[in-house]
């Protein structure tokens, strides 16, 4: 069994800055793509950022200059740097990874989701 465990969200004030952290455990063969959304409340959901396979990072326009994905393979992990913090970054945030697992004779890729975790910028 897969599972996604993230940390790291919290209360911050405009201008601040906020890490999250996302760590997939199980039997892991590979991981193609790794990913952030947030949904605030009545809202759609919106791709932040994400990494597929060996390309670079991708950006929503919202974020871009003031977020940074990064990952370390080795731990199945992947990380979300928030600076500049602003009100409208209000969300819950979650991750997500399109993951091959199970044993050698059964894999199978399959979307795993994070619980989620709020990030509120407020004064």
């Known amino acids: 069994q897969v599972q996604l465990v993230e940390s790291g969200g919290g209360d911050v004030q405009p201008g601040g800055s906020l890490r999250l952290s996302c760590a997939a455990s199980g039997s892991i063969f590979s991981i193609n793509s790794m990913n952030w959304y947030r949904q605030a409340p009545g809202k759609e959901r919106e791709l932040v950022a994400r990494i597929v396979g060996a390309g670079g990072a991708n950006y929503g326009d919202s974020v871009k200059g003031r977020f940074t994905l990064s990952r370390d393979s080795a731990k199945n992990t992947v990380y979300l740097q928030m600076n500049s913090l602003k009100p409208e970054d209000t969300s819950v945030y979650c991750c997500?990874?399109?993951?091959?697992?199970?044993?050698?004779?059964?894999?199978?890729?399959?979307?795993?989701w994070g619980q989620g975790n709020q990030v509120t910028v407020s004064s």
């Open positions: 997500n990874m399109n993951i091959l697992a199970g044993d050698s004779s059964s894999a199978r890729w399959n979307e795993y």
